[in-house]
């Protein structure tokens, strides 16, 4: 399958910090990119889509200002959590969703994920 | 009502048994479903796609009910290695909707 890497893959940080984390898909483009949010225990809440040239839709109950999308080219998406608190220490994944060439109904609607960021916020 | 509901589990099977998972999607026009695993701190990865006619990779089972809008996951001959979170996915639109996922442990 695809593969989609995800940097830094761990980071700890004062509260007040802001920290970018990198989305990559690597061997294909992804027009779409989604990020996700996970708590202990919990399931992956999808946090917003990002769109390649366009703003990403975010979803109700995320706060836009706080957490920065930009997806400045197909194979790569960002998201950076501004003056991140304790409160915001959580696994995120993105996603890409494969659009390529192969033609196949499968490969077009499934998603591939990166290995997480865990951020833990002092 | 949430989009995808799944039993949280957790389920605690001995090694060999046969278990099977239940989900239910409240989108009729919903396209496509997924089973995903997702180990322990890991990111989830496929499983498998579910088929409208039903599909088997092994010992794992994927079935489709739309009329009553729900998707199941069969597991036979269940091994240790196949302890983890089973998460439901179904995509709508653009949009893919997760389950919070079945905790299952295979005891030896």
């Known amino acids: 399958g695809a593969v989609v890497s995800q940097h830094p893959s761990w980071v700890i940080c004062k509260s007040g910090t802001s920290v970018k984390i990198e989305c990559r898909s690597l061997?294909?483009?992804?027009?779409?990119m989604f990020w996700y949010r996970q708590f202990p225990k919990q399931s992956l809440m999808l946090m917003a889509t990002?769109?390649?040239?366009?703003?990403?839709?975010?979803e109700q109950g995320v706060e836009k200002d706080k957490f920065l999308i930009n997806h400045a080219s197909l194979t790569l998406s960002t998201l950076t959590v501004t003056s991140a608190h304790p409160e915001d220490s959580s696994f995120y994944i993105c996603?890409?969703?494969?659009?390529?060439?192969?033609?196949?109904?499968?490969?077009?609607?499934?998603?591939?994920f990166g290995p997480g960021t865990r951020l833990t916020v002092l | 009502r949430k989009e995808v509901e799944q039993d949280p589990g957790p389920f605690n099977v001995p090694e060999g048994a046969t278990v099977a998972f239940n989900c239910t999607y409240s989108?009729?026009?919903?396209?496509?479903f997924f089973w995903y695993r997702q180990d322990c701190r890991k990111e989830p990865k496929l499983l498998m796609s579910?088929?409208?006619s039903g599909n088997e990779d092994g010992r794992f089972t994927a079935q489709l009910n739309r009329a009553s809008q729900y998707i199941s996951l069969l597991i036979r001959d269940s091994k240790l290695s196949d302890s983890a979170t089973y998460l439901c996915?179904?995509?709508?639109?653009?949009?893919?909707?997760f389950g919070t996922g079945t905790s299952l442990t295979v005891i030896p």
């Open positions: 990002s769109n390649e040239g366009s703003k990403a839709t975010y």
């Open positions: 996603s890409a969703r494969d659009q390529g060439t192969s033609g196949t109904l499968f490969t077009y609607n499934e998603q591939f």
């Open positions: 579910v088929y409208s």
């Open positions: 989108n009729s026009a919903s396209q496509s």
């Open positions: 996915v179904v995509k709508a639109g653009n949009q893919f909707y």
């Open positions: 061997d294909f483009q992804a027009t779409t």
